[in-house]
């Protein structure tokens, strides 16, 4: 005889954290397979923006990049945050150093190479929709912006730009980890809180 409204609950609530941190997360949105639940332990989140890089992170271009356990290494201080450039570290501070989301993308065309907004979507879009050809073409003015707009040296741009290749097997934008990460926690959210009325609608 509770009436919980989803839309006003806390974000910091310790019960819900505590349950994502032990990986006990069977009926979580996004959060069931036994490798999310691994990565959930060892990554122990403590606030939402955690719940929402893991549910980004956990994907075939990021895993595959070694983006994934960079990122929970360097949140637990096991792993030295670093950045390949210091130009970069606007975009990537949040994140400890790690590429997670297609806008970092963005911003990082704009900031250090010199893209315009229009070449920096076409870029992200490029990159969400899988667009080799795309990308192949923009590969050299990205390389040649960051080493004359920033004077970033060219075997650098040419290491990130690597990476960004391997990101772009599979990788999200913000917006929609965070609408993902959001119905993440609340779920976890009322099993940690309300345990048996959630397992009874789960089944049901």
């Excluded at 989301?101 to 010199?114: A, L």
Aim: glycine share 8%.
């Amino acid at each position: 005889n509770i009436d919980v409204d989803i839309n006003s609950i806390p974000l910091d609530d310790k019960k819900t954290f505590k349950l994502l941190s032990q990986g006990d997360t069977t009926g979580v949105f996004q959060f069931e397979s036994s490798g999310m639940k691994r990565y959930l332990r060892e990554l122990k989140p403590t606030v939402f923006e955690d719940i929402v890089a893991m549910g980004a992170l956990y994907r075939p271009g990021p895993l595959s990049a070694g983006l994934t356990d960079s990122f929970v290494k360097r949140k637990n201080g096991l792993e030295a945050v670093s950045y390949d450039h210091p130009t970069m570290k606007s975009a990537l501070e949040t994140t400890y150093g790690v590429l997670v989301y297609q806008e970092q993308v963005m911003q990082i065309s704009r900031e250090v190479c010199g893209f315009t907004g229009g070449q920096a979507d076409t870029l992200r879009k490029a990159i969400g929709k899988k667009i080799r050809e795309v990308m192949q073409k923009m590969e050299k003015e990205f390389i040649e912006g960051g080493v004359q707009h920033s004077n970033v040296p060219r075997a650098t741009m040419e290491k990130f730009w690597k990476h960004l290749l391997g990101f772009a097997d599979y990788c999200f934008n913000k917006s929609h980890s965070a609408c993902y990460g959001l119905i993440s926690y609340q779920t976890a959210y009322l099993k940690a809180n309300y345990p048996a009325a959630f397992m009874a609608a789960l089944m049901t």
